[in-house]
Structures are given as structure tokens and as C-alpha cells.
């Protein structure tokens, strides 16, 4: 669980960098920075369970890397909507992922479940930002949406193997 958790919350660091590359200056930028900064939290909280567990990191990050750079570029350049949708849509996902994982955990890992739990209600607020900025009037915004939400899902069960 750690190591994906680790590699998801470094892939949206990426997608943000990639956002913001394309949209400093902008008004949108300053809402994304915050949401950035926020992955940035959860993944050195993170990089510290790795390091503590002694937990392998996935054998993708140059992956994801490129991956999540390239995708925040992309919807970026498609325009400030766009971005956002891809913000709904990558937080829709991590949000379901980490309901399963709170499930799993149970009783087990009190300390992880906390972590999760923190983490999934800030990716919560996250989605509900990028709808309150107009996600959902991206041009192709259910096919974008879909089509990121499965990205999403093939990283985490990729992450899971390798």
C-alpha cells in the first residue's frame, strides 16, 4: 500500500508541476500551487514510510515522472478547464483507491489508516475545488474524464507489481 500510495502522490506532484508550467501567471495558477503544495506534504509523508518500512518504491517512477508531467501539460494547454478536469478526474480515482485501502486496513495499521484517511478527505477537497472551477464544462470533459480515470486505475494496479 505504502509503495503505491508513494508513487500516486508523486505522479500528482508531477501532474501539477506540468499544470503549472503551462498556467503560471494565470488566476487558476494560485489554486493549483495550493492544491501542489498539499501533494507535496503527502508525499514526503510518504517518502518517510517508505524510508521507516523499509517498503521497496515502485520501479516506475521514471514513469510516472514523464507521465504525470506530460498529462498536466497536456490538459494544461488544452485550457484552465481542462486542467481542471483532469484534477477531477485523477482525484476521483485516488479517492476510490483510498476508500479500499481504509477498508483493508481495518483495525491492522492505525497510523497508516490516519494517514490515509487525512490524505483522502484533502484529494476530496481537491476534486470539489477543480468542479467549483468549471471541470465539468471542459470541452470532452466525460471522455477526458474516463479516459484519465482509467489512466489512474492501470498506474495503481502497475505500481502494485512493479
Known amino acids: 500500500m505504502i509503495r503505491v500510495d508513494?508513487?500516486?502522490e508523486y505522479g500528482a506532484v508531477r501532474i501539477y508541476e506540468g499544470q503549472?508550467?503551462?498556467l503560471k501567471g494565470r488566476a487558476s495558477a494560485q489554486t493549483?500551487?495550493?492544491m501542489a503544495e498539499q501533494e507535496q506534504a503527502h508525499l514526503k509523508a510518504f517518502d518517510k514510510l517508505i524510508n521507516e518500512r523499509r517498503v521497496r518504491p515502485t520501479a516506475l517512477e521514471p514513469v510516472w515522472r514523464v507521465a504525470g508531467f506530460a498529462?498536466?501539460?497536456a490538459t494544461a494547454l488544452?485550457?484552465?478547464?481542462a486542467a481542471f478536469a483532469c484534477t477531477a478526474a485523477v482525484e476521483?480515482?485516488?479517492?476510490?483507491?483510498y476508500a479500499a485501502q481504509i477498508e483493508a486496513i481495518g483495525a491492522s495499521d492505525p497510523v497508516l489508516k490516519k494517514t490515509v484517511e487525512e490524505f483522502r478527505a484533502d484529494e476530496a477537497a481537491h476534486?470539489?475545488?477543480a468542479l467549483d472551477n468549471g471541470a465539468e464544462s471542459a470541452p470532452g470533459y466525460k471522455?477526458?474524464?474516463e479516459a484519465i480515470k482509467a489512466g489512474c486505475r492501470v498506474a495503481i494496479k502497475l505500481s502494485e507489481k512493479i
Open 143 to 145: 471522455f477526458l474524464s
Open 78 to 81: 488544452m485550457g484552465e478547464k
Open 92 to 97: 476521483e480515482a485516488i479517492d476510490e483507491h
Open 6 to 8: 508513494h508513487a500516486g
Open 127 to 129: 476534486r470539489q475545488t
Open 71 to 73: 498529462l498536466g501539460a
Open 20 to 22: 503549472l508550467a503551462v
Open 32 to 34: 493549483i500551487q495550493h
